[in-house]
Structure formats: C-alpha cells, structure tokens
C-alpha cells in the first residue's frame, strides 16, 4: 500500500545550520506531495508541495523537490532559525481526499 | 484566512464516559477530516466526511462515531473512552482533493 518513510528525530542543529530532512515514499501512479509544519502547541499548517515529477515546492526559505526515480521528497534549508523549532511532516495524497503522513521529525535549533 | 475551530483544547474524562469533540470550520469548505496524532505514529486517520450526512471510515475507525448534520460542523465521539484514546485529536477540512487541509488547532484527551 502507499506510505511516507521519514528520518526519525530529533534533529537538533545550531542556527544558520544547513538542514535536510529526508523523505521517501510508497505510492502506485503520481501522488501530490507535500511537507506539513506543526510549530508548539498549534495544528499543522501546509509549508510546501509538489504536484508532479521534478517540481521544487517552496516557502519561507525551505524546499523540496519531487524525485520519481528515487521516490523522495526531501526537505532541505540552507540557513535554519530558531523560529523553525517545529515537528516535520512528509505527507502524499494517495486518493481522493485522502492524505498519508510520515510520523514527523522534531526539529530543535540552538542559538 | 481559513478558520478551523475545535472545541476545546485540552479534556480530561473517566474511562467509560462518552465524549463529544468538536470541529466548525468558516470556509464552506466540503470535506472534513479527524486525526489523531500519537508520538512516533504521525497522524492517523479516523473518520472523513465528504458532504452532510455523509461519513467515510478512515484507517482506525473503531471506538469512534462521527456526526455531520450541518456543513460547516463535523463531531467525533467516543462511545465509551478508553485510556488508550488518550491522544491528540486534529480536525482538518479541505476542499477540492487536489488541494491541501487545514487543520485546527488540536484537541489534547486525557482518559484516565
């Protein structure tokens, strides 16, 4: 069946930090992809996503870019802030209206 | 911007009680979702509404009911709660399937 494998955490990095999370999937046909952020004590807020195969989603300085031949999604950004502490989720829609999560990565960014 | 509103934040009930959470969204949006989320388990889903009246069982429906008798509120119910639905429970909706959900802001349960 469909699935989101995603690097387990935590993660903790210092600021202005390269950062990657990885991601890959399972998933019969062309699924949408996308990455979630839940920032401490809130719901999960859409960071980013990509529709089709080699698409780049990005937002507030992270990206992704959709790779077919590897089946992966990986989240990467090039200088990481405090503010980006949050849990990460890899998720793929699989069906109609239907949205696979991977079990998130905590992030943690010293000063 | 999208409002999705959830009942209350954090809940504490008896084993065997039945519970009532709930979800209103303000964007006339069609579909709507309910999650729970558990440390090291994602987010798993529980029951999924396309329209009034109507609900689909998601991947862990057992224990749980859901109501939708108006577009813009869609309930979830524990019959009978059980320590191990102590959890975090998200409400989302969306609209066209392509698109993305937004979620509320979550609903910590605490089954003692």
């Known amino acids: 069946g469909n699935s989101v494998t995603q690097m387990e955490g935590p993660v903790t990095l210092s600021e202005e930090a390269f950062l990657t999370i990885n991601c890959t999937y399972t998933?019969?046909?062309?699924?949408?992809l996308f990455w979630y952020v839940q920032y401490p004590g809130e719901g999960l807020q859409l960071l980013l996503k990509?529709?089709?195969?080699?698409d780049k989603g990005s937002n507030k300085g992270f990206e992704a870019t959709y790779r077919k031949e590897t089946t992966s999604f990986h989240l990467e950004k090039g200088s990481v802030q405090v503010s980006d502490s949050a849990v990460y989720f890899c998720a793929l829609r699989s069906s109609a209206s239907k949205i696979i999560f991977g079990s998130g990565t905590r992030l943690s960014i010293r000063p | 911007d999208v409002k999705v509103t959830q009942s209350s934040r954090y809940l504490v009930k008896r084993t065997g009680e039945k519970v009532f959470l709930e979800c209103v969204q303000d964007?006339?949006?069609?579909?709507m979702f309910w999650y729970r989320q558990d440390p090291g388990l994602g987010l798993r889903l529980i029951y999924f509404s396309y329209d009034v009246k109507m609900k689909e069982k998601g991947d862990i429906p057992e224990g749980y009911s859901v109501s939708r008798e108006k577009k813009e509120r869609f309930s979830l119910i524990l019959e009978s709660a059980s320590t191990n639905q102590t959890s975090m429970y998200l409400c989302?909706?969306?609209?066209?399937?392509?698109?993305?959900?937004?979620f509320g802001p979550g609903t910590r349960l605490t089954v003692l």
């Open positions: 998933a019969t046909g062309y699924p949408s």
């Open positions: 990509a529709t089709k195969a080699d």
């Open positions: 989302a909706t969306g609209t066209s399937p392509n698109n993305e959900q937004f």
């Open positions: 964007m006339d949006h069609e579909n």
